[in-house]
Each structure stands twice: as structure tokens, then as C-alpha cells.
């Protein structure tokens, strides 16, 4: 992405289509291999693991011989037994576990990623940009994401252009653009009206005010192909505003949304961080809370009756140095400093109360790849067990996507989604920022040289 701050990159035609023409070329190239690999038939697969965690959250197999047949996990054998004509992996130096899987990330964007980016990106160039993070994070282990927040719709032609096999990246299940008010986080800020009207015309954003125009909103998006509805019920750290973080959707308009989605048979996510609006969407029925920095005890113990996930984002405050002063102004340092006070909270009350706690990274806000570093950091502020934290990337995020069925354990029927580490995540859970091989539906994505 160019930043036109930067006087080297303001006279930069030549240089962007030369580098649009290249990034161009390597998706053709990257789409036709695929492309040609999901037009042959799929081979089956055995692979020999020296461990395997098939159920995070329960103690390890130890070597294992796993059968894939097509996109499927056909069995599981103890030991290391030959299985008809199949190509075999050798894994025996590697623990095997489930894909990971993170439910928090916005592919259209990244830290380094301007306000004014939509006067400049084509869709075509936000499609790109989209797949190469898409790439990023399935080789750092990543074989399911949610999206929950790209503008525009290149994201639903990147989700459905890897589902029909087009191109290689995860399994996306997305909420296209973030339902919030007028002017509110989510909605454009920080350029001036003529500006902002052009680039991002009222009937094109999530905005909506009052309870007859958000449930169209909802409905809008649904029938457009949104997986679930992300909305934003409260004020960001990131928004170009000195608004605090305090609620924004009404009661009635929270209601609406829930309403409007549960019908449609789509879960609701929302970005909530004060802890009024916090409340006030658990109240609502929403599904998730992302983020919830204000946690309050009392919130948290109606999070864990009513079944309300939290989605934490703990890297969200440490993604951004102060000199990065086109995006962190003065409005948007003050409320990060605010919120690191209270860092942590949110996932020590939810630990504390039994409250569902999913894997969520803000990855785009935080940089695309790195997701497996908030392993430390859940483990570190929780305090939970690395074994906890696994399970959140896994069988507790796929129970938030409704996909228990499919995903997020190594089992026979569900999806070949798995990755190798060299060591015990459930002694060091670091071992899972350093990859060794990936394997989605039945694919070898990525693998060591040799």
C-alpha cells in the first residue's frame, strides 16, 4: 500500500503499475497452479506423526498414522502402518494438531495501511493486497479465519475464489463491512466532508440510525454473502476521533441488529470496548464481543450464563509505535493509553468466570502472520494454560464459526486441516509461531525444503 505522505512515493505512477503489474503477475501465477492442482484429483494422503493433539484440550496420541482421503480425515491408526499405495509424509520428529484457527482478522488492510488508502486503491489492488495476507497467515498455520470488517466486496471474491479451489489461502467465513452510526468507529473519519462523501457514499458503508434502517443494513448484507454480521457497538482506539470508547448503537438499534441476524440464521460479532456498550450488546444477544477492553465482573458473569463468547485481541495495543503519526494521533494515543491500563483485564475476568473465550488477533490492525503470538500473550495476562489457549484456536473458535462439525479437531469426516510444530505446545506454546508444515483440505501448503 502507498503512503502518500511520503514525498518519494507521491510521484509514483510509474513505480505502482510496475509493482501492480508484478503483484499481478505473481496471483495469475499462483491462481493458475491452484488452479490446476484443484482441477486434478485430489490424492489421498497418510501421514506418519510422532504426536499427535487430535482434541486440544485432551492428552496428546502419541505416533499416529493418519489417513486423508480427498479433502477428509478418513482415520486415525496407532502407530506407524503402511496404508495401501498413498504417498506417505514423514512427520515422526513432529507433533501433529488440528489448523488454527483465528476469528478475528481484516484482510483488505494492514498497520501500515493509510486513511485516505481508498483514493488511491483500485478494488483490484485491495484484492490483491487481500490475498497476499491471506497467503501469509494459511503458511503461518492459519486454515480458517473470520473477517470482520474489509470494506468493499473484494473479500467475498477472495473467500469464494479459494472455496472453489481458484486459489490457495484459508477458509474465510466473513462479515463484509461493519455495521455502525454515522460518524461512529467503523464509518470513515478523518477526511473532509467532500472527501469522505465521494469515497464512501451513505448507502455504500454499515451506517445506519435507528432500528428500521439497521435491520436493512442486516439485511443488505445478507444478501450480498456475508457469513455473519459484524457491528460496532461502541467507539475504537483506531478511529480519527476524540470520542472516547463509550456505547454508540442505541438499545433499540442493538436489538434490531440481533434480531434482524438471528432470523437470517447469522451470528453477531460486535466490537465493544467501553464498558456501557459492553454490556448493553451482551444484553442485546449478540454472539460475540471483540475486544471488550472494560470487562466488568459483573458483565463477564453474564457473558458465561448466557453462552457469549469473547474474541480478546490482545496484541491490538502493541501493533503501533508512537511515530507512526499519520495513523496514531493525538486522539488516538490518548485512548490507547487509556486502554493500556486496563490490558488484560478482559481476559483474566473471563478466565475467572468461565466465560467462552475464542482466538482473535486484529490481525490488520496488527501485522498479518504473526497471529500466533497472541499464544503468548493469553498465556502470560490469562493467566490460562497453554493447553487452554490451543483449544481457543481451535475446537472453542470453530463452536463460535458453528462449525464443531467440520473443524477444529483431527477426526474422521472432518476437514484435513492440519499443521506440524517441532515440539509440545501444551509445555511451550511459542512452538506454534514456527510452523513446520501446513496442510489444508487434504493439501500440502507448506513444508521445510528437503
Known amino acids: 500500500m502507498v503512503d502518500i505522505a511520503n514525498p518519494s512515493a507521491r510521484d509514483r505512477s ?17 491462481s493458475a497452479a491452484a488452479a490446476a492442482q484443484a482441477a486434478a484429483p485430489v490424492q489421498d494422503l497418510v501421514i506418519h506423526a510422532g504426536a499427535v493433539i ?10 499416529t498414522t493418519i489417513v486423508v482421503r480427498q479433502d477428509k480425515v478418513a482415520q486415525l491408526l496407532p502407530g506407524h502402518v503402511d496404508v495401501g499405495d498413498a504417498p506417505v509424509i514423514d512427520l515422526k520428529d513432529l507433533t501433529l494438531l488440528p489448523g488454527l484457527i483465528d476469528t478475528h482478522v481484516h484482510f483488505s488492510f494492514s498497520p501500515a495501511t493509510p486513511n485516505w488508502s481508498a483514493a488511491i486503491d483500485t478494488p483490484e489492488d485491495v484484492a490483491l493486497f487481500s ?6 497467515t494459511l503458511e503461518a498455520g492459519f486454515t480458517t479465519v473470520r473477517d470482520v470488517g474489509s ?4 473479500i467475498h471474491a477472495l473467500r469464494d475464489a479459494i ?7 484459508p477458509r474465510i467465513f466473513l462479515s463484509g463491512t ?17 472527501t469522505t462523501e465521494a469515497l464512501f457514499p451513505y448507502d455504500y458503508t454499515g451506517a445506519c440510525t435507528g432500528a428500521v434502517e439497521c435491520a436493512l443494513r442486516v439485511r443488505e448484507a445478507a444478501k450480498y454473502g456475508a457469513d455473519l454480521i459484524k457491528i460496532t457497538a461502541t467507539g475504537g482506539i483506531m478511529s480519527q476521533q476524540a470520542r472516547g470508547l463509550g456505547q454508540h448503537l442505541s438499545d433499540e438499534e442493538l436489538n434490531a441488529i440481533v434480531t434482524t441476524a438471528h432470523s437470517l440464521g447469522l451470528k453477531v460479532a460486535a466490537h465493544a470496548h467501553g464498558g456501557q456498550g459492553v454490556t448493553a450488546s451482551v444484553r442485546a444477544g449478540v454472539d460475540s464481543i471483540e475486544h471488550g477492553t472494560y470487562l466488568d465482573a459483573d458483565t463477564a458473569k453474564m457473558m458465561a450464563a448466557r453462552g457469549t463468547w469473547l474474541v480478546p485481541t490482545l496484541g491490538l495495543l502493541d501493533s503501533h509505535g508512537t511515530s507512526d503519526t499519520a495513523r496514531i494521533t493525538p486522539a488516538v494515543q490518548a485512548k490507547m493509553a487509556e486502554a493500556r491500563k486496563v490490558s488484560g483485564d478482559n481476559i483474566r475476568l473471563a478466565v475467572r468466570y468461565k466465560v467462552n473465550i475464542a482466538f482473535g488477533t486484529d490481525a ?8 500466533a503470538r497472541q499464544f503468548r500473550k493469553m498465556v502470560e495476562q490469562g493467566p490460562m494454560t497453554p493447553m487452554a489457549a490451543l483449544r481457543s484456536a481451535t475446537v472453542d473458535a470453530a463452536a463460535l464459526l458453528g462449525q464443531s462439525d467440520h473443524l477444529g479437531t483431527i477426526a474422521p469426516g472432518k ?3 492440519m499443521i506440524a510444530v517441532a515440539g509440545d505446545p501444551y509445555r511451550d506454546v511459542t512452538v506454534l509461531e514456527k510452523v513446520a508444515v501446513v496442510i489444508k483440505d487434504g493439501r500440502i501448503i507448506a513444508r521445510p525444503a528437503d
Open 364 to 371: 490488520g490492525v496488527s501485522p498479518h502472520g504473526e497471529n
Open 415 to 417: 476437514y484435513a486441516d
Open 178 to 194: 461493519s455495521l455502525s452510526i454515522v460518524g461512529g468507529h467503523g464509518d470513515m473519519s478523518g477526511l473532509n466532508r467532500k
Open 14 to 30: 510509474p513505480r505502482r503499475l510496475g509493482a501492480l503489474a508484478v503483484s499481478a503477475l505473481a496471483l495469475m501465477l499462483s
Open 131 to 136: 490475498f497476499s495476507n491471506a497467503k501469509k
Open 151 to 154: 470494506d468493499g466486496y473484494a
Open 163 to 169: 472455496n472453489d479451489g481458484t486459489v490457495t489461502g
Open 54 to 63: 487430535a482434541v486440544p484440550g485432551e492428552p496428546a496420541l502419541g505416533p
